[in-house]
């Protein structure tokens, strides 16, 4: 089984989802749904019911306790969720690797705070997870990701055509990695 994550950085509580976090996250992505818009596929209107983000979290638990995903929140001291920070398609074996995905607040935006959750996140995964790898995309136009992919040392690799539907729209994205030292 895997360890869970569960550390504090000057801003905010960073740690594994749990069923009972369905009501922030469900109010994080709600309040969030303009923001989030352009950089993630549609969302069908039930995404927004609390129903449905419990079930989405229970099956998440799943994925960790098997392995498969990781899927972290950023709470503040009001268990107000900040940041979604997602290790997802773990693969073992001669791989060991995964997908990088993550998304903050609209209040939050620009002002440094993925560079202060992400760096813990990342040396979880390969510390205490043992990958050696962590993949990340992001469409070619979005310079925010772009900067804090290079800032964190992720390594351009290519452009994926296509790669994929965001917001009703197949789009192209860079695809970057991070390979572990410690491996």
């Known amino acids: 089984m895997l360890p869970k994550p569960n550390f504090h950085t000057r801003h905010g509580h960073i740690r594994l989802i749990e069923a009972n976090d369905a009501a922030q996250v469900l109010d994080y992505y709600y309040r969030n749904r303009t923001h989030l818009s352009p950089w993630e596929p549609s969302r ?13 979290i229970l099956e998440a638990e799943g994925e960790f306790h098997a392995g498969k995903q990781v899927k972290i929140g950023v709470f503040n001291d009001n268990q107000r969720m900040l940041a979604s920070i997602d290790f997802s398609q773990l693969v073992w074996g001669p791989m060991q690797a995964c997908f990088l995905g993550y998304s903050i607040d609209a209040h939050l935006e620009g002002k440094g705070l993925m560079r202060e959750f992400l760096p813990p996140c ?34 351009q690799e290519g452009l994926a055509k296509q790669y994929l539907q965001i917001n009703g729209q197949w789009q192209d994205h860079i695809l970057t990695s991070l390979i572990s030292m410690q491996s």
Not at 46 to 51: G, I
Not at 124 to 151: C, E, K, T, W
């Open 122 to 155: 990342i040396e979880y995964l390969f510390r205490d997870i043992g990958l050696h790898r962590i993949q990340a995309s992001y469409m070619v136009d979005n310079h925010r990701s772009a900067r804090l992919l290079n800032h964190l040392g992720f390594e």
């Open 44 to 56: 069908a209107a039930d995404f927004y019911c609390q129903e449905n983000m419990l079930n989405r």
